[in-house]
């Protein structure tokens, strides 16, 4: 099964860099799916087990949730850059801004945990501050820099605010989600890739939640129109 799953994850990866493409990145990953099914029908064939334990089940939907939520996440990222990419240099700094300040406000004011459960550490006043507090900062630095760097959003000031708030409060989804996996596969991490952050997935986890929603934002046509700027 792991045979499988690598190679889902290796295909899908391939066609979202090659292609930039959401929609054959999609068929790509439904064509895996298939093989998943296949693969899991043939290797439960030979193996001749009587029955079906939960465990095939848990296992299938863990390769469709890596698939669709990392690998395909990471392929928008990639579509986005290609496309949009200031877009995507500001899904990062939403991620940058929201993660740090949400630390910061969460240690200097937080009382209130949101689920002793899911993320002891976590408090309300950390996700809304952080959330607040990163998206002025982010803000700010973006009019700041974007006179002299023109992958920035050259976006009014109220509207660059409000794309920065979607932007860090989706990344606070994408946190406890990834604290949410985490307590259930029973880790305190999620790797040992990056030592002290948790693992890699970790540090791209709000990525994968940001980069999705500027791409929606911008296949619908919901973005606010830039002003022109000439960087100095």
Request: with cysteine; hydrophobic share 50%; aromatic share 12%.
């Given at each position: 099964m792991?045979?499988?799953?690598?190679f889902?994850a290796?295909?899908i990866?391939?066609?979202?860099?090659?292609?930039?493409s959401?929609?054959?990145?999609?068929?790509?990953?439904?064509g895996?799916?298939l093989f998943l099914?296949?693969?899991?029908?043939?290797?439960?064939s030979?193996?001749?087990t009587n029955s079906?334990?939960l465990?095939?089940?848990?296992?299938?939907g863990?390769?469709?949730l890596?698939w669709f939520?990392v690998?395909?996440?990471?392929?928008i990222?990639n579509?986005?850059q290609n496309?949009h990419?200031?877009?995507a240099?500001?899904?990062?700094?939403?991620v940058?801004?929201a993660?740090?300040?949400?630390?910061?406000v969460?240690?200097?004011?937080g009382k209130h945990?949101?689920?002793t459960?899911?993320s002891?550490?976590k408090?309300?006043?950390g996700l809304?501050g952080?959330?607040i507090?990163?998206?002025f900062?982010?803000t700010?630095?973006?009019l700041?820099?974007?006179?002299w760097?023109?992958?920035?959003?050259?976006?009014?000031?109220i509207?660059?605010?409000?794309l920065?708030l979607?932007?860090?409060?989706?990344?606070?989804?994408?946190?406890?989600?990834?604290?949410?996996?985490?307590?259930?596969?029973r880790?305190?991490?999620?790797?040992s890739a990056?030592?002290?952050?948790?693992g890699?997935?970790?540090?791209i986890?709000?990525v994968?939640?940001?980069?999705?929603?500027?791409?929606f934002?911008?296949?619908?046509?919901?973005?606010?129109?830039?002003?022109h700027i000439?960087?100095?």
């Amino acid at each position: 099964m792991t045979v499988a799953s690598q190679f889902g994850a290796i295909l899908i990866s391939l066609t979202a860099c090659f292609t930039a493409s959401l929609e054959r990145t999609l068929i790509a990953f439904l064509g895996c799916f298939l093989f998943l099914v296949v693969y899991h029908l043939i290797y439960s064939s030979i193996e001749e087990t009587n029955s079906i334990h939960l465990d095939n089940f848990i296992h299938i939907g863990g390769c469709l949730l890596g698939w669709f939520w990392v690998v395909i996440g990471l392929g928008i990222l990639n579509i986005l850059q290609n496309t949009h990419p200031c877009l995507a240099s500001f899904a990062i700094d939403c991620v940058v801004c929201a993660d740090s300040f949400s630390m910061i406000v969460g240690r200097l004011f937080g009382k209130h945990k949101i689920s002793t459960i899911i993320s002891p550490k976590k408090s309300w006043e950390g996700l809304i501050g952080g959330s607040i507090v990163g998206s002025f900062y982010n803000t700010g630095l973006m009019l700041l820099l974007r006179q002299w760097l023109l992958h920035i959003p050259q976006y009014e000031p109220i509207n660059l605010f409000l794309l920065s708030l979607a932007g860090c409060s989706i990344e606070q989804v994408g946190d406890l989600f990834q604290s949410y996996l985490k307590r259930i596969g029973r880790v305190k991490d999620s790797g040992s890739a990056v030592p002290g952050h948790g693992g890699f997935l970790d540090r791209i986890c709000g990525v994968l939640f940001v980069a999705p929603l500027f791409y929606f934002f911008a296949r619908v046509g919901i973005l606010p129109p830039e002003t022109h700027i000439v960087p100095s």
